[in-house]
């Protein structure tokens, strides 16, 4: 059982148009809306991260979710099951690291209930107003594949933590408090004329582009030498690491004259559903990736 296997089960059994992407479109609101959870010994531990940094990156992973359908972050609710064993001290740290990530985003609402350990779970509005939203379905043969930032910091600086070791601080940052690419986004959006598709890495940059070829029916080819990531982080990292929280999107060739910041890794071609790294064909890349769901 993976978490695809169940969105599946779930997307079939409620008959839902809007379940697929990482937002739900909701054109006749006017917004997108997501929710993402954090549960303490699966996605975090308290050993490496601090209640303030754990607070940013509750923020961030939903924000990344917004800037990913190309709409503008408006609204947070951020709900809260703790145990005993957290205090005051950590609730406030926690809404401070929160209210830095957020920055004009609001946070509006949320929930607090007692539990065995800390589950976070937050939920994010954005507004479509004057932006086109993309959908993982809108690759195109001919589209470029292009990508924001570097990629496989956040795996690399939590291989350093697992390590017990602190430095660089750098990768250790990209790790606990990583930045939502609010202007790629907007740039993207604001700009398009033609659908495009688009998804955060948060998963790992393979599992997006995965993603985007088989709901596009499409096939995606990558040439990892052009992947934007430090020389100390090998390929697989780069590639199935996850949580670096960058944008990957395919779009058309005319939009890049009103694009900055990116970096193009390859393109969309039309064949047999699925993703080519370096010249090799791949189907599938389940095994390569974190199961949450996996004992």
């Known amino acids: 059982m993976n978490e695809k296997e169940l969105i599946k089960i779930i997307k079939s059994t409620l008959n839902s148009e809007y379940i697929g992407d990482d937002c739900a479109y909701l054109p006749d609101l006017g917004i997108v809306v997501t929710q993402d959870s954090l549960v303490e010994d699966v996605h975090f ?11 940013y990156k509750s923020v961030t992973v939903n924000i990344s ?11 947070l609710t951020i709900s809260l099951s703790l145990p005993k064993y957290v205090d005051e001290n950590f609730v406030k ?19 607090l209930t007692g539990s065995d350990k800390i589950y976070i779970s937050a939920a994010a509005i954005g507004s479509t107003k004057e932006r ?4 993982r379905s809108n690759a195109k043969a001919g589209y470029k594949i292009i990508v924001s930032g570097e990629h496989g910091s956040s795996a690399y ?6 390590s017990g070791k602190k430095e ?26 033609e659908d495009y598709a688009m998804m955060d890495t948060s998963d790992g940059l393979a599992d997006a582009l995965m993603q985007i070829a088989h709901s596009s029916k499409a096939v995606l080819s990558v040439d990892t030498s052009k992947i934007p990531h430090a020389s100390c982080v090998d390929i697989n990292t780069v590639l199935y690491g996850g949580e670096d929280y960058q944008l990957v999107a395919a779009v058309p060739e005319t ?4 694009l900055n910041g990116y970096t193009i890794i390859g393109d969309v071609k039309d064949g047999v559903t699925g993703l080519i790294i370096d010249g090799k064909f791949y189907t599938d890349i389940d095994d390569k990736l974190y199961n949450h769901f996996k004992e």
């Open 93 to 111: 740290d926690f809404y401070e690291g929160a209210k830095l990530a957020a920055g004009g985003v609001k946070v509006v609402g949320g929930d």
């Open 255 to 258: 939009l890049l004259k009103n």
């Open 157 to 162: 600086g939590l291989q350093l933590l697992l």
């Open 168 to 193: 660089p601080d750098n990768y250790i940052k990209a790790h606990l408090m990583p930045e939502a690419q609010t202007e790629f986004s907007r740039q993207i959006a604001e700009n398009a004329k």
């Open 132 to 135: 086109k939203i993309s959908s």
């Open 45 to 55: 531990k308290l050993d490496f991260i601090t209640p303030f940094q754990l607070g």
């Open 65 to 75: 979710d917004v800037c990913a359908s190309g709409a503008e972050p408006k609204y």
